[in-house]
C-alpha cells in the first residue's frame, strides 16, 4: 500500500481539515509537538504545530502529513497527488475545490484519456491531479 505524507509549513491542521471536506475523509489523527511525551524532544514555540495527521478517504486511501520544521521546508515538486472519480460532475466539483485560492494549471475538461481531468496546485502549495476516467481506461 502506498500512501502519501505531506509536510507543510504550519499549515498541516487547515490543510487536513480542507482535504478531509472536499474529498469526504475522516480525520483519524491529528497530533500537536505538545501531545508528544515529556522525554521527547519538542522545538520550542512549536507546540501547537502538527506532529502527525491522518487522513481516511472512503476508497480506502490515507494521506498523512506534518508541519516541517521551516528549515526543512521545501517547495513540493515532481509529484501530483491523484483523485480519481466516476462522475465527471463530481470531479469537476473536487477540483474547482481544490483549485479554489490555488493556481489552475490545466483547467477541468475532457480530454482523449477522460471524461474529465484537471491540474491545480492548491492553496497549501499541494500538486493535484483530479480525474474522471472514460470507459475502458
Not at 57 to 62: K, Q, Y
Not at 73 to 82: A, D, E, L, N, R
Request: hydrophobic share 40%; with cysteine.
Amino acid at each position: 500500500m502506498l500512501n502519501p505524507y505531506l509536510f507543510y509549513q504550519d499549515t498541516c491542521e487547515a490543510a487536513f481539515n480542507f482535504y478531509a471536506k472536499v474529498l469526504g475523509g475522516k480525520i483519524d489523527a491529528m497530533m500537536r509537538v505538545s501531545d508528544a511525551p515529556a522525554d521527547v524532544p519538542g522545538a520550542p514555540g512549536r507546540e501547537k504545530t502538527i506532529m502527525h495527521a491522518r487522513l481516511s478517504l472512503p476508497d480506502g486511501s490515507v494521506l498523512m502529513g506534518s508541519d516541517a520544521p521551516p528549515e526543512h521546508v521545501q517547495k513540493p515538486q515532481g509529484f501530483s497527488i491523484s483523485v480519481t472519480v466516476t462522475d465527471p460532475a463530481e470531479g469537476e466539483r473536487k477540483f474547482n475545490a481544490l483549485s479554489d485560492g490555488g493556481t489552475v494549471t490545466m483547467p477541468f475538461s475532457k480530454t482523449f484519456w477522460a471524461k474529465g481531468f484537471g491540474m491545480c496546485v492548491d492553496k497549501f502549495g499541494i500538486p493535484w491531479m483530479v480525474n474522471c476516467p472514460a470507459e475502458g481506461m
